[in-house]
């Protein structure tokens, strides 16, 4: 009877010994991927950098869109405007861009009869290089930005500020209205339409890469300060591995003993 409880106390003792074994090797498994995961994910995070921001680029076509709606259907034609007067002399590319862009407003205020004062003329250059050092961002950085950014605006004034069908919508407009001011208005507020959509486009890509750059400096401290936990975490996980491979180890040599015991039992 001692003999057949010795065997049953044996075989639960093994069935035990088989489960705990069973859940070590799961529990060692798990271990050891999870710290792999936590040591690449923790390195990963040490060495993180922020992202670059992509600036969008102009849309002409959209705003010449946006304008269309705003105006009436097409009228007939307007009439052929007078050309612009010579562009001077420039010292920097930049200059000559600027020039261009004064001669096309003046070509576009001239085919409505409006004229400007010496004293606009000679801030307007000065206005729009300020301008452009301040948004030309966009772009990069120096002349070359500089360069980009007011090529760019003789490029929306050509296509946009005398589009010919635009300017044959805001003939009508224009002819229409009998009160001198408000013909003023309307021509002025199309110009000031286009030139402002273009300054506040370039002013929202730098304030948005501006929340960008930030958001990507908080996010990188973030990651490089939990880095380290996750690290010790890792290094943590590898040692409870260690520590299971050697209780699997023990449990090994302790069924090894127990069926040598059985073995000698059985013998005698």
Known sequence: MTDKNQTITNKMEDIFLSILRGVILFVLAGSIL???YFAISGVTDLVAKPKDYTYEKFDSKQLSNDLKDKLSPKAAPAPDTPAAPAAPAVKSPVDDEIT????????????????????????????????SKELSAVYGEGETAQLEYVKNKVQL???VLLNAELNQLLDKNFKLESDEELKNKIINDFHGFINDSYIEFHATQIDKKKEFDADQKAEVAMRNAGSMFKLYVAGGLFAAFLLLSLILVL??????????????IVEE
């Open 100 to 131: 261009k862009i004064l001669n096309l407003t003046i070509k576009f205020f001239k085919s409505y009869n409006l004229e400007f004062n010496e004293q606009y003329l000679k801030q307007f250059p000065g206005r729009l290089k300020n301008e």
């Open 34 to 36: 999870a710290a792999i």
């Open 251 to 264: 449990v090994k040599i302790e069924r090894n003993l127990r069926s040598t015991k059985i073995e000698e």
């Open 157 to 159: 004034f050509e296509s």
